[in-house]
């Protein structure tokens, strides 16, 4: 990380290829793709349309160790942006009831997954707003940031609970209860 000249913190590109993790034959820099904060992926400025394409990079795609995205096949290791998290949970399903249900997600590229000890549930929040930013992992260190409407429906099957800091906000899953915030620091 570094501080650019309008004080914002700021992630620099590691050139010399992804930190932490295996990388194909060749490094082939930057190329010029993003994955907006929505989800929705672009390649050279343009929306890629197909969403089989989208799972088709989406397959190859890991984050090192220090945060920066890579496609990574065996032959070719290129760079790419992500203004916030590569996927979106845009849909979930609830199994049960209180301790014993299960809450599963559907991303933006229909990768479910159950909230579990292998797929964490979290919230941060916004630097600016403070608002909660929720989100659940979907494999290895890629995670899926809660659309508003479905985090909505999480909140509304949440519960307090007697946290090390106070009282907790948060849901059941698996069989362990999932924080979402201290009730304490929002009075």
């Keep these: 990380m570094a501080q650019g000249q309008d004080g914002i913190t700021k992630?620099?590109?590691?050139?010399?290829?992804?930190?932490?993790?295996?990388?194909?034959?060749?490094?082939?820099?930057?190329?010029?793709?993003?994955?907006?904060?929505?989800?929705?992926?672009?390649?050279?400025g343009s929306p890629i349309g197909r969403k089989e394409l989208s799972k088709l990079f989406a397959s190859v795609l890991k984050r090192d160790d220090a945060g920066q995205y890579w496609l990574i096949t065996p032959v070719e290791t290129a760079s790419i942006e992500v203004d916030d998290l590569p996927f979106t949970a845009v849909e979930m399903l609830v199994e049960g009831k209180g301790q014993h249900q299960q809450i599963r997600f559907r991303t933006n590229l229909d990768d479910?997954?159950?909230?579990?000890?292998?797929?964490?549930?979290?919230?941060?929040?916004?630097?600016?707003?403070?608002?909660?930013?929720?989100?659940?992992?979907?494999?290895?260190?890629?995670?899926?940031?809660?659309?508003?409407?479905?985090?909505?429906?999480?909140?509304?099957?949440?519960?307090?609970?007697?946290?090390?800091?106070?009282?907790?906000?948060?849901?059941?899953?698996?069989?362990?209860f999932w924080p979402l915030g201290s009730l304490e620091s929002a009075t």
């Design 112 to 176: 479910f997954v159950t909230v579990d000890d292998d797929h964490p549930l979290g919230c941060d929040h916004d630097d600016v707003t403070g608002e909660p930013r929720p989100w659940v992992r979907i494999r290895d260190r890629l995670d899926a940031r809660i659309v508003r409407a479905v985090f909505y429906d999480l909140v509304a099957m949440g519960e307090e609970r007697k946290g090390e800091d106070g009282q907790d906000f948060g849901v059941w899953s698996s069989g362990r």
């Design 11 to 44: 992630t620099t590109k590691n050139t010399d290829g992804p930190v932490g993790i295996a990388a194909g034959k060749f490094l082939c820099g930057d190329i010029d793709m993003r994955i907006r904060g929505d989800g929705l992926w672009f390649y050279q």
